[in-house]
């Protein structure tokens, strides 16, 4: 066993002040990174109880996102490059969610995926950024940006991870998506419509037929064409588009309203 000398106790006791008083910077920063705070223990640790809360008889979890929420934030303040850290801001983003206070997590899953572009956890935070515009959906007589912007996340999350555990449920998110855009071209088209407005009207029928030819609604789509190409004394496209009717859609309903 090695016996330190009088001289060694002297040199670890000047370099324990140095270090006190901030001399030694690099040294200091080099001590902290290499081993964890114990307030930083404390504070994750105090998040992460909120966070995940406790069952009571069971079946009662008194979770706390907002406690959770602010301390996480105050972490991440203190201990920016905590190995904590990257579990602390996914774990503030979820809470976020959880309040529905969807804006600010879209900023924290958003600053996780630019930072740790390699991290595990990426395909989850893409898929989650998705779901913040997709609970945010609006009724098809309002503005679409929140669809475009949920589709556009779950797209991402397939493109770049097909292996995902997230992929079925993107897929599935994504044709909901398309079917709201849809339907929001086929309500803009009928208005156009009804207003004698034909052509605008066949531009929108055209789109549901092109852009979302999944979405269910391509014989309505059609429907409305035939009656615009009619309106306009388009006779042979008309036809055209009556036979893609009943050749695509033998058993719509929008075929026996023109029966009827």
């Known amino acids: 066993m090695a016996i330190m000398t009088w001289k060694g106790k002297i040199f670890r006791k000047r370099l324990w002040v140095l270090l006190a008083l901030g001399l030694l910077p690099g040294l ?5 990174g290499m081993r964890s705070e114990p307030g930083a223990d404390d504070l994750f640790a105090r998040g992460m109880k909120a966070f995940q809360g406790k069952k009571i008889w069971g079946f009662i979890n008194t979770r706390d996102y907002s406690q959770a929420s602010t301390l996480f934030q105050e ?16 774990r503030l983003a979820d809470s976020f969610f959880a309040l529905e206070e969807y804006d600010s997590a879209v900023l924290v899953y958003d600053e996780f995926q630019k930072l740790r572009p390699s991290h595990p956890e990426v395909p989850y935070v893409l898929y989650q950024l998705g779901q913040c515009f997709f609970r945010q959906v609006l ?5 679409q940006a929140a669809v475009i912007s949920a589709q556009k996340w779950f797209e991402e999350l397939v493109r770049r991870y097909p292996e995902s555990k997230w992929r079925a449920e993107a897929q599935d ?8 855009l849809a339907r ?5 088209g009928t208005f156009y419509y009804r207003r ?46 009556l036979e893609s009717l009943r050749s695509g859609y033998p058993g719509s309903k929008y075929l026996k309203k023109l029966k009827d």
């Open 28 to 32: 200091a920063c080099a001590g902290k």
């Open 75 to 90: 972490f991440l303040d203190k201990y920016p490059y905590s190995r904590f850290a990257p579990e602390a801001q996914l």
């Open 139 to 143: 009724s098809i007589d309002r503005d």
């Open 173 to 180: 998110k994504i044709r909901k998506c398309e079917a709201d």
């Open 184 to 188: 929001r071209e086929i309500y803009v």
């Open 196 to 241: 004698h407005d034909y052509f605008s009207a066949l531009d929108r029928f055209r789109n549901v037929l092109t852009l979302y030819p999944d979405s269910g609604l391509g014989d309505q789509a059609l429907y409305y064409s035939y009656l615009c190409f009619q309106a306009v004394s388009d006779l042979a496209r008309a036809r055209e588009t």
